[in-house]
Nanobody
Framework: QVQLEESGGGLVQAGGSLRLSCAAS????????MGWYRQAPGKQRELVAI???????????SVKGRFTISRDNAKNTAKNTVYLQMDSLKPEDTAVYYC???????????WGKGTLVTVSS
C-alpha cells in the first residue's frame, strides 16, 4: 500500500503564495512520477504539474511561470516528497489540490485526500 499525506493549503489573497507538500510512503521502492492535480467546484480534475523520474516536468498552461514543482527523494526510496510552490496566485486557482503518484511499470495511481486552496480577490 502507498500512503500520501498532503499539507500546505489555505486561504491567501490574490498575488500571494502558498507551498504544498506531499509525502508518499509505503510500498514504493523506486522513484516514480509524482504530481499535483486540482478540482474546482463544478469542474473536472485537471493536471497542474508533474515531475517524472528523470526530473522532467510538465505544467498546465494556466500555471506556467507561476507554479514550480520539485521533489525530495529519500535515498532508500521508501519515502518520496513532492512540493508545489505557487506564486502570483489568482482567484481561478481556487480548488482542492490532490497529490498523485504513479507506481509501477504498469502504473497504479495513488491519491491524497486533497487540500483546499482558496484565493480571494
Amino acid at each position: 500500500q502507498v500512503q500520501l499525506e498532503e499539507s500546505g493549503g489555505g486561504l491567501v489573497q490574490a498575488g500571494g503564495s502558498l507551498r504544498l507538500s506531499c509525502a508518499a510512503s509505503g510500498s514504493i521502492f523506486g522513484i516514480w512520477p509524482m504530481g499535483w492535480y486540482r478540482q474546482a467546484p463544478g469542474k473536472q480534475r485537471e493536471l497542474v504539474a508533474i515531475m517524472f523520474s528523470n526530473d522532467i516536468t510538465n505544467y498546465a498552461d494556466s500555471v506556467k511561470g507561476r507554479f514550480t514543482i520539485s521533489r525530495d527523494n529519500a535515498k532508500n526510496t521508501a519515502k518520496n516528497t513532492v512540493y508545489l510552490q505557487m506564486d502570483s496566485l489568482k482567484p481561478e486557482d481556487t480548488a482542492v489540490y490532490y497529490c498523485n503518484i504513479k507506481v509501477g511499470l504498469r502504473p497504479l495511481d495513488y491519491w491524497g485526500k486533497g487540500t483546499l486552496v482558496t484565493v480571494s480577490s
